[in-house]
């Protein structure tokens, strides 16, 4: 089993930034894929950016691209998505994932693993 920790959300207001974490616990390999999601009120949890684990290879939702960055740190087992210009429709639940695959993925049913979820939310 593998345990993921987000960590780093809270209220900012438009055009701020936010750094999220996501620690990762149990049965951690270097062959996982790692990916942030967010789901808003009454809207479907979606895909914002993901991360090889080992290669480091990144994808970003057309709505995030050239504003958010996903990185990782092996050593720690943390992963993090700087958010910058941030703009109320950012405003979100952000969830932390991981599959059991080399590979990016960007749809939900394909991660294995989930966090808790950290509010952002973004005035106006």
């Known amino acids: 089993q593998v345990q993921l920790v987000e960590s780093g959300g809270g209220t900012v207001q438009a055009g701020g930034s936010l750094r999220l974490s996501c620690s990762a616990s149990g049965r951690t390999y270097s062959s996982y894929a790692m990916g942030w999601f967010r789901q808003a009120p009454g809207k479907e949890r979606e895909f914002v950016a993901g991360i090889s684990w080992s290669r480091g290879n990144t994808l970003y939702a057309d709505s995030v691209k050239g504003r958010f960055t996903i990185s990782r740190d092996n050593a720690k087992i943390t992963v993090y998505l700087q958010m910058n210009s941030l703009s109320p429709e950012d405003t979100a639940v952000y969830y932390c994932?991981?599959?059991?695959?080399?590979?990016?993925?960007?749809?939900?049913?394909?991660?294995?693993?989930w966090g808790q979820g950290t509010q952002v939310t973004v005035s106006s």
């Open positions: 994932a991981g599959r059991t695959s080399r590979t990016i993925a960007t749809m939900t049913t394909l991660y294995d693993y």
